[in-house]
């Protein structure tokens, strides 16, 4: 057992090495430049925002929309039952829009889209042999759940779990939700929800180990995965007063960006995750590949 135990953390060691050595440019995920790159005990992934300066003032646009498409029709998903086999393993996927300002200029607030954020996207859930899939809406303001609604999607075998979030500017947010199934069927549901800030000025795509509630609690383990991929798109408006869609290398102001990388141990989460690589698709937007790091092995996906 002691040299069955010992191999394991050599080979967890060797992971977070390669985990760490794979330094992430700004053009693999489409900005002009990485402000911060954040420790966080259970969220990987990456917040946008888009700066421009004139003479006497610095100026963000605001954020729209955000959206994602994870198709999951080559996504495998097991179980791992460690740490603890008494809990699920859990991997969140969400969009999210944040009134915070990444950037440099007076008036910017970067990292504050920890704690002020809107969130939409899924749960998958694995115990054992069986996987469910829920829906979420959530709002977060200064570090506090103020909102939660979750809900699972009909049954079936999803191919694709879209999700799309918009600002409507008036106090109240939209999120919609798509599911496209394996039979050919697909499902769609619309929330409504107020949120306190009418401008936005960040938007985030975060893969994450949740917490065991909204109130807080221990994280869930990240399941053991590899395959899917995650399709993730934003709207903004540029320095020319028009609608942009990013991410992009090539954008109207300069684009930057926070990046999460899962690396800090928690209680029963030893999973480690970061964007690996990223690549402008043919439909607009960004797709991400993200590198799962575990006690017993590396994987890819997303």
Same mark, same amino acid.
Request: proline content about 5%.
């Given at each position: ?70 198709? #999951? ?5 097991? &179980? =791992? @039952?460690? *740490? ?7 991997? +969140? !996927? ?90 050919? #069927? ?5 929330? &409504? =929800? @107020?949120? *306190? ?7 985030? +795509? !975060? ?90 092995? #590396?994987?890819?996906?997303?």
């Amino acid at each position: 057992m002691k040299k069955y135990l010992l191999m394991g953390v050599s080979l967890f060691l060797l992971s977070l090495i390669s985990l760490n050595a794979s330094a992430l440019t700004a053009s693999q995920i489409g900005s002009s430049t990485i402000l911060n790159t954040i420790s966080s005990d259970n969220w990987a992934g990456v917040a946008y925002s888009v700066e421009w300066k004139t003479l006497f003032t610095n100026y963000w646009g605001t954020i729209q929309w955000a959206s994602e498409s994870i198709y #999951t029709g080559n996504l495998s998903i097991q &179980y =791992t @039952s460690y *740490p603890n086999y008494l809990y699920p393993d859990v991997i +969140s !996927i969400w969009v999210g829009l944040s009134p915070a300002k990444i950037g440099t200029g007076t008036g910017s607030s970067s990292t504050s889209e920890e704690n002020n954020f809107i969130q939409a996207g899924y749960d998958i859930c694995v115990t054992g042999s069986y996987k469910s899939v829920l829906y979420f809406v959530m709002t977060v303001v200064n570090g506090q759940f103020i909102y939660a609604y979750e809900k699972p999607i009909p049954s079936g075998v999803p191919t694709h779990l879209n999700v799309f979030l918009e600002n409507l500017a008036n106090g109240t947010a939209l999120a919609n939700f798509y599911v496209f199934y394996a039979n050919g #069927t697909y499902w769609t549901t619309t929330i &409504y =929800t @107020s949120m *306190p800030w009418i401008n936005t000025g960040a938007a985030m +795509s !975060i893969v994450e180990a949740p917490a065991s509630s909204p109130s807080g609690g221990f994280y869930y383990e990240l399941p053991y995965l590899s395959g899917g991929m995650i399709n993730f798109a934003f709207s903004y408006v540029g320095s020319d007063g028009n609608e942009h869609i990013g991410p992009s290398n090539n954008p109207v102001g300069t684009m930057y960006a926070d990046v999460y990388n899962l690396n800090e141990p928690s209680n029963y989460n030893l999973a480690y995750a970061q964007i690996y690589n990223g690549w402008a698709n043919s439909y607009g937007g960004w797709d991400y590949l993200y590198q799962f790091a575990y006690p017993f092995g #590396t994987t890819y996906g997303l």
